[in-house]
């Protein structure tokens, strides 16, 4: 079985985000990076498919330099290698376009299921999963809790409103995670060590055949015209009372009489 | 030259999601401003019954798309119907909900007919023939506002956060020819919860509880029964198992833009406010008044959960 999990290097959710002065971007000077969320998931589901069938878990990455270092982690948790897309004309791009990059790039990496993260949670973007699995041919399955391979197939559980759906699709597959997947595991003190002799492949748009003027930042078909700090809320209203019994009657008076939410 | 607006509608066992006519309603709202028309699609089996409905949200047609294929969603069966009908058709704007659906749907569609796409609207403005929207990233920290290239433009409106308007149109209904292409997934089985459980991210109001609760959730049922409400968790409380991931409110949650949202014995982590901070009013009960959840709260009150929502529900039950 072999794994190619997409992993994204994303601003830490703790980050302060603050908007550049071009008013299009955010600031990236302090920031912490980290591997997106949901991709920590993708990993770990990939390498226990993996311990589980034999075969390769590989960390597919559009990014910079910096993104080296999310790589190394997904290989001190376990990943066998890891590949990155480097290139400064790729900078910028949308989801559409990394999609067809990550795409190019799995034209040479053998694979019999894809695993991607739900969302970055730096765009929230929603999309390079999808559209990956659209470029390859593949069926997708989305926000999975649970998967279960055999005979070529694999089953998944996938939430939905107030529930889960199970569904069935012959390999090769894309799937996306959920939280409730499993547990992410840490990189162990050994798995770092070990991680620093693992192979690394970076390669440019030219090395897959994508010409640089269709993709980054002057190609984006989703264009931020501006970034704008959500609308503040007014200052908390505190509500006075002496007894929980007049806390309450205070706040629901408030919510029915003033909010009119109740 | 594309032009109209094109609503993509999510059914359930015959029953339109409440998103739906939040997204048909938008439509119409954007459509008037540019001067076109509604047509709205339905998917499925047997569905030719509720189709109708949508006429008084503003459709002024409604496509239906009706074949035993289509019962259950598939991606691929729903994109090859989907992109042949906006390929027919050549809408300016494609509305959807940012359903479970929607997120699978939408970014698929959008690789389909490579154009570009918007997750999770919360606002949408006609501009140039077209629309311009806003939609928040980072977790809500930053709100976008982004220009969607290429025809369609397609927008996936957030649930919960467009209003749902009454706009009586023609509603007229048109069979379409389902040819739902090689479907290669199956669905096996769909398990739905205790059918009164609401829908976290369609609830008009949620209690939500946090480490504060020590796990005992009764008084935060209770309250959420009488007012009608979803019941939400903060990740402390998915992770002690006191309650089921699809409960939990945040980064790695859902995302929910309820009218209220009544936040009980929840500190106000970074990550939890990514999943609430759309909400129309947020109250919050907490027994530190320091707590970071204040700062992010309409309304608050600083003491202990287990002696306030107990008298809280009294209150409601008088004036119910
Ligand atoms: C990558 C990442 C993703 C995350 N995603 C999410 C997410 O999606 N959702 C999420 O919620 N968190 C998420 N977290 C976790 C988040 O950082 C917090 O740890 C979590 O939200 C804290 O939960 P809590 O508020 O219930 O617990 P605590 O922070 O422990 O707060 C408990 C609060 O209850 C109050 N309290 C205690 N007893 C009472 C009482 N009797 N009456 C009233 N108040 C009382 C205390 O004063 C305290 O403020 C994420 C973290 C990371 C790193
Ligand atoms: N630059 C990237 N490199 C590798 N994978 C990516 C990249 N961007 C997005 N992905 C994958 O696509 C998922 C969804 O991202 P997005 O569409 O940006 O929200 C992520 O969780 C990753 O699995």
């Not at chain 1, 791009?93 to 949670?121: C, E, F, H, N, T």
């Not at chain 2, 997120?103 to 154009?115: F, G, V």
């Not at chain 2, 609760?213 to 935060?220: Q, S």
Request: glycine residues 10%; proline residues 4%.
């Amino acid at each position: 079985m072999d794994i190619v999990v997409l992993v994204k290097q994303v601003p830490d959710t703790e980050a302060l985000i603050q908007i550049a002065g071009d008013g299009v971007s955010i600031k990236t000077d302090n920031i912490k990076w980290v591997m997106n969320p949901y991709d920590e998931f993708a990993v770990e589901e990939a390498l226990q498919i993996r311990d589980a069938n034999e075969g390769t878990v590989t960390i597919l990455t559009m990014g910079t330099d910096k993104a080296v270092e999310t790589i190394r982690t997904a290989l001190a948790m376990g990943a066998d290698q890891g590949v990155l897309i480097n290139d400064p004309a790729a900078e910028g791009s949308d989801g559409l376009a990394v999609a067809k990059i990550l795409a190019a790039a799995l034209k040479d990496i053998p694979y019999d299921l894809i695993i991607a993260g739900q969302r970055g949670v730096d765009d929230d973007g929603y999309q390079v999963g999808a559209a990956v699995a659209e470029y390859m041919g593949i069926p997708q399955a989305s926000l999975v809790i649970k998967e279960e391979i055999s005979d070529g197939k694999i089953k998944c559980d996938c939430s939905i409103e107030g529930g889960t759906v199970v569904t069935e699709a012959p390999l090769p597959v894309l799937f996306t995670t959920q939280r409730g997947l499993n547990e992410p595991r840490y990189a162990s003190l050994p798995g770092i060590m070990k991680a620093k002799k693992k192979p690394l492949d970076q390669k440019t748009l030219a090395d897959i055949g994508i010409d640089p003027s269709t993709v980054g930042l002057a190609n984006r078909k989703v264009k931020i015209k501006a970034l704008n700090p959500p609308p503040e809320r007014k200052a908390v209203k505190m509500i006075e009372g002496e007894t929980p019994e007049e806390l309450a009657a205070a706040l629901i008076k408030v919510l029915h009489e003033e909010a009119k939410v109740v | 030259m594309a032009q109209g607006v094109l609503v993509i509608t999510e059914q359930r066992d015959n029953a339109f999601r409440k998103v739906s006519y939040e997204a048909v309603s938008e439509g119409r709202r954007v459509a008037d401003e540019l001067g076109t028309d509604v047509t709205a699609v339905v998917l499925g089996s047997g569905i030719e019954g509720i189709a109708g409905e949508l006429g008084k949200y503003g459709a002024d047609k409604v496509l239906v798309a009706d074949d035993g294929i289509l019962s259950d969603y598939t991606t691929d069966a729903y994109t090859n119907v989907l992109a042949e009908v906006i390929k027919s058709r050549e809408p300016k704007v494609v509305f959807l909900g940012a359903s479970v659906q929607g997120k699978d749907l939408a970014p698929r569609l959008a690789a389909r007919l490579d154009t570009g796409m918007a997750m999770d609207c919360v606002v949408v403005k006609a501009e140039d023939g077209g629309v311009v929207v806003t939609r928040p990233m980072f977790g809500g920290k930053v709100l976008a506002d982004i220009e969607l290239e290429g025809d369609p433009q397609i927008v996936a409106v957030r649930p919960n956060v467009m209003s749902i308007t009454e706009n009586a149109k023609d509603g007229s209904i048109e069979k379409i020819d389902v040819q739902a292409g090689e479907v290669k997934t199956t669905v096996l089985e769909t398990k739905i919860e205790a059918g009164d459980k609401i829908e976290l991210t369609e609830a008009d109001i949620i209690v939500s509880g946090g480490r504060g609760t020590e796990g005992k959730f009764e008084v935060i049922e209770e309250l959420a029964g009488l007012l009608n409400a979803a019941v939400g968790a903060s990740r402390t409380v998915v992770d002690e198992g006191w309650r089921s991931h699809g409960d939990q409110v945040g980064q790695t949650g859902k995302i929910v833009s309820p009218n209220l949202y009544i936040a009980c014995g929840i500190s106000g982590a970074i990550q939890h406010i990514a999943g609430m901070s759309t909400s129309k009013f947020i109250v919050a009960i907490n027994k530190d008044a320091d707590a970071p959840i204040f700062s992010k709260a309409d309304f608050g009150i600083a003491a202990d959960l287990f002696e306030v929502v107990p008298a809280m529900v009294q209150e409601v039950k008088k004036i119910q």
